[in-house]
């Protein structure tokens, strides 16, 4: 009765570990490699080398972030552009720090370099990473880490982060299929000025990994609630919306 998002076709997780050397360990080289680059080539920056031998060495690890962040939807500013860098290059240094690839990282150590606000990303982070470089990050948790306890982030926004990874018109058009619905019923989580029910729907659909609401479940509602996945104070719209 609410219509359906105007876009076709199911979203599909856009990068594909099976394409990629995932061994959880560095390797001597790449460590070195990271180690040796210094800030300015790590981040890419202008007068960075890009001929520099250490690029070859790290390339299975620098093409699955590159790919990731280019599956990002938004327009690309040179802030952002130098954010999603840097961003790359947080991860390749704690990489060389821990000596395994972003791939076999935890929850807990994906949480412990983004921080529990952005007060924690600072301390964790270089002191060149800006407060832009966060958000980047995180994209980079979910789409290769598989990290989903955005809970643990303090105040983020879930809402840019589904509209990045999801596409905004798909993600706005979900939300609308529930606003929809929910004015119909009376309500205040159907108005358009409503900030929680955006931020509360895009924390279970990136919980979900899929923007679909057709693939939310009652398991999913309850696992929510179990592990406290949402401030009490949202447990009225966490009902509204299941």
């Known amino acids: 009765a609410a219509g359906r998002p ?7 997780w856009p990068v594909d570990a099976a394409r990629y ?7 001597p080289a790449e460590q070195d490699a990271i180690i040796e680059f210094g800030a300015g080539n790590l981040r890419r920056l202008a007068r960075h080398d890009p001929d520099a031998r250490g690029w070859q060495q790290v390339r299975r690890l620098l093409r699955p972030l590159d ?10 500013t040179s802030h952002r ?7 790359t290059a947080v991860v390749l240094l704690r990489c060389a720090e821990t000596g395994r690839s972003y791939w076999a990282w935890t929850d807990e150590e994906w949480a412990g370099l983004l921080g529990q606000d952005q007060h924690g990303f600072r301390k964790a982070a270089p002191g060149w990473a800006d407060d832009a470089v ?3 990050l995180a994209a980079h948790a979910f789409l290769l880490g598989g990290f989903t306890a955005f809970c643990r982030l303090g105040s983020f926004s ?6 990045r990874v999801f596409g905004r018109d798909r993600v706005d058009g979900e939300i609308g299929r529930i606003r929809s619905v929910l004015a119909g019923w009376g309500y205040r ?13 895009c924390q279970v659909l990136l919980l979900n990994r899929s923007p ?12 929510a609630r179990r592990g406290r996945l949402l401030p009490a104070a949202r447990g009225n719209t966490l009902h509204g919306v299941q």
Do not use: C, I, K, N
Not at 6 to 12: F, I, P, T
Not at 158 to 163: E, G
């Open 6 to 12: 105007a876009l076709s076709g199911r979203w599909q």
């Open 21 to 27: 050397d995932t061994a959880p360990l560095l390797r």
């Open 67 to 76: 790919d990731a962040a280019a599956t990002l939807e938004g327009p690309l």
């Open 81 to 87: 552009r130098r954010a999603m860098l840097d961003a």
């Open 134 to 136: 966060r958000p980047y």
């Open 158 to 163: 879930r809402l840019t982060l589904a509209w």
């Open 189 to 201: 989580l159907g108005r358009d000025d409503d900030q929680l029910l955006p931020m509360v729907a």
């Open 212 to 223: 679909h609401l057709e693939d939310l479940s009652t398991e999913l509602f309850e696992r």
